[in-house]
Nanobody
Framework: QVQLVESGGGLVQAGGSLRLSCTASASGAVIAAIGWYRQAPGKGRELVVEISSGGSTNYADSVKGRFTLARDNAKNAVYLQMNSLKPEDTAVYYC?????????WGQGTQVTVSS
């Protein structure tokens, strides 16, 4: 059974910073990739950033230079540092893990950036 537990998020003013955390419980299965997606009101879910088991990262163009993903393999955790936040970053952020050809989702955490 796979569980993704998220923490962080909240309300911040434009230009501020937030940090999201996600810890995966995967019963020993190898996590091929793990990262974050987000869904803004009225829009589809989109990739924010993902890191592969080999350490390669894939950032959305809209967050490059502002967001940084770090991975702690020993804890099966990832941390998303979000700086220079903009109102358009407002969304529900979901942790996502790709394990044994399936994708698993966290419950989501709200990030709201006020102008």
């Amino acid at each position: 059974q796979v569980q993704l537990v998220e923490s962080g998020g909240g309300l911040v003013q434009a230009g501020g910073s937030l940090r999201l955390s996600c810890t995966a419980s995967a019963s020993g299965a190898v996590i091929a990739a793990i990262g974050w997606y987000r869904q803004a009101p009225g829009k589809g879910r989109e990739l924010v950033v993902e890191i592969s088991s080999g350490g390669s990262t894939n950032y959305a163009d809209s967050v490059k230079g502002r967001f940084t993903l770090a991975r702690d393999n020993a804890k099966n955790a990832v941390y998303l540092q979000m700086n220079s936040l903009k109102p358009e970053d407002t969304a529900v952020y979901y942790c996502n893990a790709y394990i044994l050809y399936d994708r698993y989702w966290g419950q989501g955490t709200q990030v709201t950036v006020s102008s």
